[in-house]
Structures are given as C-alpha cells and as structure tokens.
C-alpha cells in the first residue's frame, strides 16, 4: 500500500465525532425504538446524519440515516418527503452491494411530533470499517481497487435498469465489507439526485481509492480535495500517481464530466474497465496462486480439470512429428525449384526466360497503381511536433520528438491499454507543424507495431477539435516502413498521423511510431 504524498495530510483515523449540536450516542430516536450507538459521519448536502444504531425491538444493530430539520418548515419537509418516497421505493430492491432497507420513518409514522427529525431510512447494518478508514494509509493498488469496487458498481448497474437511484456519491454513506467489498450501507438518494449522480459516485469512489482525494463536491470535512487543472477539469489520478493504469486512470476522470462532454453514462462502462484490470491481474500473476482444492471440493467450476500426462506426452509428440514433416516437405519443394532454374540455365532451347517486370504506370501518369501521387518534391522537416490529444490524458508528451529525429532506434510510445480505441477514446497522435502551409504526396511511417491503423489529417489550429480536423489519407502499418498516400486540395501548416487503432500486445494494446517522413508533392 503507498504512502500519501508529503503535502497531503490523511485523513483521521475512525469518524469523527457528531456536530456539537447534533443527536448524541446513547439518545433515542424513532419513539424510542432506535438507541444510538455511534456516529458514522454526515452529508451535509440534504443534512443528514448517519448512525449505527440498536433496534430496541428486535435486539440487532441498524444503519439510520438521520434526515434532520424544523418540521414546521413546509419547503424542507416536501424536500424530504421525495427522498423517504426514493427510499420506500427501493426497499424492494436486493443486491448485496446495497444495505437492505428495513424501514422508512416519517412524522407521525414513526417519528413524534417534536422531534427535530423530518425522515429516517432503516437499513440493515454493514459490517466491516469505513471507506476513509480504508485508505487511511495511503491509496490503493489499481488491482485492490477494481476488485473492491465492482460489487457497487455491479449494484448501481442493476438499480438503474430497475428505474431507481441509489445514492452513492457521497463517501461517508460506502463501508467495506468483511469480504472485501464496498457495500451501500446507508441508502437512501437524495430528493434531486439522478442516475448520473450515481455513476459520479463510482467515479468519484474509484478517484479516492486510486488518490486518497475526493473529486465531487459535498464531501466529509478534513477529506483532500482533488485538484482541478487549468480547464476546470478534474487532474487525472494518473498524473499524481503514474502507476495508475491509464484505462483506470481515464475512466475514473471520465465518470466525473458531463456526457455534454464525453463522460460516462453507464456502470456497464466502469464494470468493463474493473473487469479487465481484474482480468490482467490474473493473467500476469498479481494474485496469489489459491491452493489446490481436494478433488471432492469443486469451486466455481461444474468439472474438475484434470491433468493427463500420458495425453500430454502424446500431443507433444505428434506436433513434433508434425514439424519434421513440414520442414521436409518444404525443403523438397525448394530443391524442385531450384532445380527448375538451373535447367532452365544450362539448357537454351528449354524455353523463353523468365521476365518479371514491374506494372506499368496508370495512362494519365499521375498515379501508380497503389494510388499515390508520383510527384513529389522530397522530405518536408517538421518545425515541430506534439502530442495531439482529445480525452483524458497525453501519452508520452515529452517524447513526441523522436519521432523525427532520424534515429530509427527511438520511438514515440503510446501508453498501454487494456482496451482498443475508441472504448476510452478516439485515439491519441502526433501534431506536425511546418513554417509555412505545405501540400504533401506522402506519409512514410517507420514502426515496428504491425496492425496499428492510421489516419493522416489536417488541423486549421493548434488545438481543434478532431471534428473540425480532415482525414486526406489512412493505412495500417506493417512492421517496418509503410508509404502512406495523401490527397491534400490545398496546403496545410498542420498535418497530425492519428492512430484510431492500436497493435495488441499480449492483453493489451500499444503502438509506437519511430520516425515520421513527410514528403511534399509539386
């Protein structure tokens, strides 16, 4: 588990105390049904308190959520008449990333009259410790935080597509359970709060883990703040800790913006990220090997795989016996051929020799048959180069130059990802910017990452938008130099070579680009 950073002071160990001012341990409430036992935190955007408290009736410990205020105040009251109706509505609901609601309390239905309370929502009590407990010491490994957080996410998913909000956005409200899993403890969505609030939450949850800072307004004093950048965006947590997996890294920024502007709408979509860097965890041996079960114990599996070494033993040998097989034949088939040759040498009268020439040029002479122009006027140097970049972070932005700096042994590296463009985003490329607007034949790129599919594009600025930005070429790259034909109508002083899909490499998927020649066209 990492240490916090020097400039950042953790958060206190257990929760606070309650407000001088509010409810205290030992008090009644509910007409005496409910003891209070201790303080679990607050949110004080519907000014709500949360309690672990003792069901005097049938002797077990209960989550309340205390939603406070003057039950004279008429706008207050019909505010928190919306969240007990949210409430009510969700007991019926069942998923062991959400306390069960046990009881919905209101004035005059469990409440008495002069009591400072407009509403308490009665769940089932989560054993466990707190979130802000749990990273007390430090953020979390990107693994233990996909695992931690995918039963929420698994619950938020499946709430909304039973038309109901959970209210996951405020930190105080999440505990973790025994098993290692964060868990609703105290539901109950605010009156105003939407579906998107909830995958907010997860964003903002994810964000804590990964960071130790909280990224949504609202949340527990005494708690790090997130940073903001310059365009008022959340930083990446990726930028404060470069250990971060981009995909996790991006999809935590991504859950935080609005879909105005690209964020996103679904717990489907972080359920995927969460699954993959589990998936990858698994695959690289992250986690600790389980031991060998006895053979009358079978564990999430209807067969017990068994190993047969005698079939093994054979399988080997046949692929073996394969191989020979294949090497000879090939080696038969080329000593026909070469024999072909040197008969076709020595005897004159055997037949006309072999000519292989190559395809003529099209009528109008303009084009070869690949399409490209064959007008060129030579290389093009670059004034400069940069990372173009539309979603979440850069990849590599110190690095963009060695892609023009004649040594083929250098490369612009993108970053590594679980997923293919476009599941995070659209792509990621280079900027070239010449002196002066430059109409171009060719793109010849120097890659070793084979698969990976470009686009060559015009920009009219220095930072548009990729939609304003005009495709004039594309290919897929094979390991080595591939000749990319441009049609430009008209010259441009920006050309960016975008990749839309990435080599995979193993799990994941990466391209690197070692040098970039631009070669102008009369």
């Not at 002083?493 to 070692?514: C, D, E, H």
Request: proline share 9%; hydrophobic share 40%.
């Amino acid at each position: 588990m990492s240490s916090w950073p020097t400039e950042m002071a953790p958060p206190g160990r257990g929760t606070a105390g309650p407000p001088s001012h509010a409810l205290l341990p030992g008090g009644m409430v509910g007409q005496g049904r409910y003891r209070l036992l201790s303080y679990a935190g607050a949110d004080a955007r519907c000014n709500a308190q949360l309690w672990r408290a003792r069901d005097g009736q049938l002797g077990r410990d209960v989550a309340l959520t205390l939603l406070l205020g003057n039950q004279t105040d008429a706008r207050a009251a019909a505010r928190v008449r919306r969240t007990v109706e949210r409430a009510m509505h969700g007991a019926s609901y069942a998923h062991p990333g959400v306390a069960r609601i046990l009881d919905v309390l209101s004035p005059g239905n469990g409440i008495a009259p002069q009591e400072q309370i407009l509403g308490i929502v009665v769940a089932e009590w989560t054993n466990g410790t707190d979130l802000i407990d749990l990273i007390a010491d430090g953020p979390l490994p990107a693994a233990t935080a996909s695992r931690l957080l995918e039963p929420l996410a698994a619950a938020v998913e499946g709430a909304h597509h039973a038309g109901l909000v959970l209210g996951t956005e405020h930190p105080q409200r999440i505990r973790v359970t025994p098993e290692g899993q964060l868990r609703l403890a105290f539901p109950g969505p605010r009156a105003e709060a939407a579906s998107r609030d909830d995958v907010k939450g997860l964003g903002a949850i994810l964000y804590l883990l990964l960071t130790g800072r909280w990224a949504l307004p609202g949340g527990p004093e005494g708690l790090p703040v997130a940073p903001v950048g310059p365009n008022g965006s959340v930083v990446a947590p990726r930028s404060l800790h470069p250990m971060v997996p981009h995909s996790l890294s991006t999809v935590a920024v991504r859950s935080l913006e609005d879909t105005s502007v690209g964020g996103i709408r679904t717990g489907a979509a972080i359920l995927q990220v969460l699954d993959e860097i589990a998936e990858a965890e698994a695959e690289t041996g992250l986690i600790p090997a389980v031991a060998e079960e006895p053979e009358d114990d079978v564990v999430w599996t209807t067969q017990r795989p068994v190993k047969d070494s005698k079939r093994s033993r054979k399988l080997a040998i046949g692929v073996t016996a394969l191989a020979v097989a294949t090497l000879l034949v090939l080696g038969w088939i080329a000593m026909q051929v070469v024999g072909f040759f040197n008969e076709n040498n020595t005897k004159g009268d055997s037949g006309p020799p072999l000519v292989i020439s190559q395809v003529a040029p099209t009528s109008d002479n303009k084009q070869s048959a690949n399409n490209a122009p064959t007008q060129t006027t030579g290389p093009v140097k670059p004034a400069s180069i940069s990372v173009f970049n539309v979603a979440s972070d850069p990849d590599s932005p110190k690095n963009g130059g060695l892609a023009i700096d004649g040594d083929p042994n250098t490369s612009w590296r993108t970053d590594k990802y679980l997923s293919n463009f476009p599941a995070l985003k659209p792509g990621i490329g280079l900027m070239a910017s010449f002196g002066q607007p430059v109409k171009l034949a060719q793109v010849v790129i120097t890659s070793p990452s084979a698969g990976t599919k470009i686009e060559i594009r015009t920009a009219p600025s220095d930072n548009p938008q990729l939609q304003q930005t005009l495709v004039v070429g594309s290919a897929t790259l094979a390991a080595g130099d591939t000749t990319i034909p441009v049609k430009m109508t008209s010259p441009s002083q920006r050309v960016i070579v975008w990749i839309t899909s990435m080599s995979p490499s193993g799990k994941l998927f990466a391209s690197q680009l070692s040098e970039l020649k631009f070669i102008g066209a009369r």
